[in-house]
């Protein structure tokens, strides 16, 4: 069964940046999964971020990131990344990360990882 193990979180100033990693257990491919990333904040439901799907198209889910987060996937190393710039407070929350079949959803996902916590304060 496929795991994903999430890293790259931690403290950040507001304003700073962070880039998590999504990689595959050694024995897995994620290369024909789309991989998405999510995240829940103390208190709060978990929101759908950013997909992208198995040949490299993304999709936002989430309209409070766009133009500060961005996903991509590097086959040959068996991970996806999402990029976090310009972080604010409210980007607070454990993200975790999730593959399901070839095509993004906002939801449906098959695998999990144990999720890593960013935390975005001063």
């Known amino acids: 069964q496929l795991q994903l193990v999430e890293s790259g979180g931690g403290l950040v100033q507001p304003g700073g940046s962070l880039r998590l990693s999504c990689a595959a257990v050694?024995?897995?491919?994620?290369?024909?999964?789309?991989i998405g990333w999510f995240r829940q904040a103390p208190g709060k439901e978990r929101e759908a971020v950013l997909c992208i799907g198995y040949s490299g198209g993304s999709t936002n889910y989430a309209e409070s990131v766009k133009g500060r987060f961005t996903i991509s996937r590097d086959d040959a190393k068996n991970t996806v990344y999402l990029q976090m710039n310009s972080l604010k407070p409210e980007d607070t929350a454990v993200y975790y990360c999730a593959a399901r079949g070839h095509v993004c959803h906002s939801d449906a996902y098959d695998y999990w990882g144990q999720g890593t916590q960013v935390t975005v304060s001063s």
């Open positions: 050694p024995g897995f491919s994620l290369d024909y999964f789309a």
